[in-house]
């Protein structure tokens, strides 16, 4: 499983757990942004700065993924990508993105992107809180540990 990061948004919080569970999980870990970003240094840690432009780091992400891999994103566009190319999808506030969820989560993302651009005033996304960075690395855990479970089954010693 390698883990990719849609990574211009991504809480530094989150990076940082990221960054530990890679190491711990022996995880491959690519952080995509469209500006330089300092990583630890790992053979297993790296990033990669891709050039501005829209959706320049979503497909970047999406032509190198394989079924298996994780992807850590808000973005609900990129997440229904990913999903249908057989990869899984974490937000970075610990949410699963599933076949089953993700159409609802586009069509409240279009109703949300409506809203605003009729002026209605909808508020930005709560502020990032321990709760959520708990939920996330919670999250991630149970996924790490499901896809080493497999591994190890899928290769018996």
């Known amino acids: 499983m390698n883990i990719w990061v849609d990574a211009d948004a991504c809480p530094v919080v989150i990076k940082d757990i990221l960054y530990r569970a890679a190491q711990r999980s022996q995880q491959p870990l690519t952080l995509v942004a469209n500006q330089m970003l300092r990583t630890p240094p790992s053979p297993l840690i790296r990033a990669v700065q891709v050039p501005r432009g829209f959706d ?61 651009s009729a002026g209605v005033d909808t508020g930005g996304p709560a502020a990032f809180n321990q709760a959520d960075r708990r939920t996330f690395a919670n999250a991630l855990d149970q996924l790490l540990q499901k896809a080493l479970r497999e591994a190890s089954a899928a290769h018996p010693r």
């Open 56 to 116: 320049v780091a979503d497909d970047y992400i999406v032509a190198r993924i394989t079924p298996g891999d994780l992807v850590i994103t808000a973005d609900i566009p990129l997440a229904s990508e990913v999903l249908q190319k057989g990869a899984l999808v974490l937000s970075p506030h610990g949410e699963r993105y599933t076949a089953d969820n993700i159409s609802e989560r586009l069509s409240m993302r279009d109703m949300m992107e409506e809203l605003r």
